[in-house]
């Protein structure tokens, strides 16, 4: 069993749909980063959070330590929101920290 | 000056040949970590670097020889490369020195070809 573990893999919505993706995680940990990825591209932080809820733009991520689960939520999705998302945790809290990476959801938002 | 920069954005080279992939950032951090990517999969881990020192190599083949001549610059120098080791590698940065899990930022990348 990965120690971070992302659903669904793969995701197709029609543009304009509500789109939330799941990760949960068996480590302890002190923060949980959301990353995104074109295809082909480099990968950009979207948000790094340790309790509660986040917002940027279209995008909503929140998170449960107790029960060690994060969502992030894309409003209004739109084609160019297409990409692969990623969850990765720190294994452990310290000065250079190690991340564990998600296997990834591929997101393809149809127009 | 937010970002971290990577140079080449793309390098393709023979199994004989030797290049260097280039990373650079200028946001003061003192922590920098080498990935390699491959299609389909999530990043791995290489090198980290803190204080410009190696502190973690994770049992990566020595024809990957990293570099970090200052506290802005980190160097993937590479020899004798193989077909396989082909993929993306990203350069990113952390800060050192706060209490709790310390952001790191990536880069574009360098899309890597061996023939």
């Known amino acids: 069993k990965n120690e971070v573990e992302q659903s669904p893999q793969n995701l197709t919505a029609q543009e304009g749909e509500f789109i939330t993706i799941n990760c949960s995680y068996s480590?302890?940990?002190?923060?949980l980063h959301w990353l995104q990825q074109h295809p082909g591209g480099g990968i950009v932080s979207l948000f790094m959070l340790s309790s509660g809820k986040k917002k940027h733009g279209r995008l909503i991520a929140t998170i449960n330590i107790q029960e060690k689960h994060s969502s992030l939520h894309i409003t209004a999705s739109h084609p160019r929101d297409s990409a692969v998302y990623i969850c990765a945790v720190p294994n452990y809290g310290g000065a250079t920290n190690k991340l564990i990476f998600g296997t990834g959801t591929l997101l393809a938002v149809q127009p | 000056d937010t970002e971290v920069t990577q140079t080449p954005k793309h390098l393709v080279m023979g199994m004989t040949n030797k290049k260097s992939l280039k990373c650079e950032q200028h946001m003061g951090h003192r922590a920098m970590y080498w990935y390699k990517q491959k299609a389909k999969k999530p990043p791995e881990l290489m090198f980290v670097y803190s204080y410009e020192k190696l502190s973690i190599n994770e049992s990566v083949p020595s024809r990957f020889s990293p570099e970090c001549p200052n506290s802005s610059l980190l160097n993937l120098h590479l020899h004798a490369l193989q077909p396989e080791d082909s993929a993306l590698y990203l350069c990113?940065?952390?800060?050192?020195?706060?209490?709790?899990?310390?952001?790191?930022?990536f880069g574009p990348g360098t899309r890597l070809t061996v023939l």
């Open positions: 480590v302890g940990i002190s923060a």
């Open positions: 990113a940065s952390s800060p050192l020195g706060l209490a709790g899990y310390n952001e790191q930022f």
